[in-house]
């Protein structure tokens, strides 16, 4: 209930090891610096974003990051969801993914949703499963070396 500025609010919520995510509604990501709007995201804390649809780009820039994008089906959306910003959210199927998988959103106190996975190939897969690219490229530099 207090008022404050997102990066604020987003240091209190790292602080006490409350991941958030992103509810968002057609096209996020649309628009320029892309990139940065990914890396901003990531820096913020938040593990997942939830959208109507993805600008093509931004969502690769989200795996890349490490950040799960992950998109409504079955016609649904924050409006007919009629969500708050309050709610509480559980992620269910995570551990098995697989690109493209539906996975099971449960939204406390009012109803469990499917969602889509927009993680759309194997590659990206791996990228997420390592963090973001940057961990990835990371880790298989350290194998080489080995």
Known sequence: GEHMSIYDAAMKYMENDIPLIV?????YGTGSSRDWAAKGTRLLGVKAVIAESF???HRSNLIGMGVLPLQF????NREKLKLTGSE????SGI???KPRA???LS???KKDIKVLCRIDTLDE???YKNGGILHYVLRNLAKVAN
């Open 95 to 97: 551990e098995d993914l």
């Open 55 to 57: 600008e093509r780009i």
């Open 125 to 127: 897969l791996d990228y």
């Open 88 to 91: 509480q959210f559980d992620i």
């Open 23 to 27: 509810i968002a509604g057609k096209e």
């Open 107 to 109: 939204i406390h106190g």
């Open 73 to 76: 089906v079955d016609g649904l």
């Open 102 to 104: 539906e996975l099971s």
